[in-house]
């Protein structure tokens, strides 16, 4: 009974020590959190506004490239072409008796 009763006081008391530790590791996690909140308080502004800078880059190129496609800018007159010129050259008819059917036989 006695052996009983100490290894129950044991077991208390070291649950006691042990409740305490945690106790003073929660604290000292707290402190950390708390300190690392407040530096990455800088670390997170400096994140988003890294972010920012990138959005702000993708929509210029984004601009650049509209500006490019709506093609409001260029003048394409030199790529048109002159149909008076079109009638000086001679017209290529096409070959019709291309015949297919031997490509596709068995016999060889």
């Known amino acids: ?3 009983l009763l100490l290894l129950l006081l044991f077991i208390s008391f ?7 530790e945690n106790n ?6 707290n402190s950390t959190k708390i300190k690392t909140t ?11 506004k890294k972010q920012i800078q990138e959005q702000m880059k993708r929509e210029e190129k984004y601009a650049k490239e509209q ?3 709506q093609g409001d800018e260029y003048d394409l007159s030199a790529a048109e072409i002159n149909e008076k010129s079109l009638s000086s050259l001679p017209s290529i008819e096409p070959d019709y008796d ?4 031997d490509a596709y036989s068995d016999e060889q």
């Open 1 to 3: 009974m006695k052996k």
């Open 14 to 20: 070291s649950s006691t020590i042990l409740n305490a």
């Open 24 to 29: 003073n590791s929660k604290n000292e996690t």
């Open 38 to 48: 407040e530096t990455n308080g800088t670390k997170e502004e400096d994140l988003i």
């Open 67 to 69: 500006k490019f496609y």
């Open 98 to 101: 291309f015949n297919m059917d």
